[in-house]
């Protein structure tokens, strides 16, 4: 008679401690950050009902989330529409990227060529870009997404560019002297080394990602939070302009979270990297 394996606890007691380290290390890492943020809101509250400035100048984080959740349905709906650029125009940007510093790694020309253009691109300024992106393409979504694709491409493409090129040479000439070819090189050495600094780099990016949305749409839309901020401070409503203000930073804070979950899907490798570079 055949006897199933049994589980081996060791493992478990290897593994699940790690575990709870992890998170309480994730929950240690936010505390200071939480504690502060309190902080400075308590310290807004109490200035606000002291001074007594008046609330179109600066009303107190109790208003800003009272008139916030009393426009919720108005709030949300121009949420969605920021929302909707900022993916869009990311995953152009996230996909062009990855063209670009795919063919520049496997030319050593194109490098030389194209990467300067990638850090001139950098000098432009958002201001100068978005009013033209509305001048060319109009009022439509192209633009904002064009403005976003823009804006995050930089840090993506350098980061998979040079996470490409930090690739351990030793192992690369290894596959190469087993008849690998340089394809093979590529996928097995190469790709996985680059995708710790790619998930630093698309961290950076997906938040530059909603400010450039919120920006192309100040510049030129009928929805979106950023019209919406310039309607309420025409309005000289600066509670709900400051409750738009505290959305968009949910967003980007939402996004940036996400990265981490793709991150542990993706390449649960690049995470033990990180933190030992930091250590």
């Not at 606000?48 to 009272?66: A, D, I, K, M, N």
């Not at 030319?107 to 001048?135: E, G, H, N």
Request: no cysteine.
């Amino acid at each position: 008679m055949t006897t199933l394996p049994t589980r081996d606890r060791s493992v478990d007691a290897e593994v699940l401690p790690s575990d709870r380290s992890g998170r309480w290390a994730g929950i240690r890492w936010a505390v200071p950050s939480i504690v502060t943020v309190a902080v400075l809101v308590a310290v807004w509250q109490i200035y606000v009902v002291t001074s007594g400035v008046r609330p179109q100048v600066l009303p107190s984080p109790v208003r800003v989330v009272e008139q916030g959740w009393a426009h919720r349905d108005e709030i949300a709906t121009h949420a969605a529409a920021t929302l909707q650029v900022t993916l869009i125009g990311f995953a152009v940007s996230l996909s062009a990227a990855w063209v670009l510093a795919v063919i520049v790694d496997f030319s050593p020309w194109l490098r030389r060529a194209l990467v300067p253009l990638f850090v001139a691109s950098q000098t432009v300024p958002i201001v100068a870009i978005a009013p033209l992106m509305i001048i060319w393409f109009g009022f439509g979504l192209l633009p904002k997404i064009l403005v976003v694709a823009l804006v995050t491409f930089f840090p993506m493409a350098i980061g998979l560019i040079e996470g490409f090129a930090a690739a351990d040479r030793d192992a690369g000439a290894l596959l190469r002297s087993m008849g690998a070819s340089r394809v093979q090189e590529f996928g097995y050495v190469r790709l996985p080394s680059a995708l710790p600094r790619f998930f630093t780099s698309l961290r950076i990016a997906i938040t530059y990602a909603v400010v450039g949305a919120v920006f192309a749409e100040y510049v030129g839309a009928s929805v979106g939070l950023g019209i919406y901020m310039s309607l309420q401070k025409n309005s000289f409503r600066t509670d709900l302009v400051l409750a738009a203000v505290l959305v968009t930073a949910l967003l980007s804070i939402a996004l940036y979270l996400t990265t981490f979950a793709v991150e542990r899907l993706v390449a649960p490798w690049a995470r033990t990297e990180n933190r030992s570079r930091r250590d």
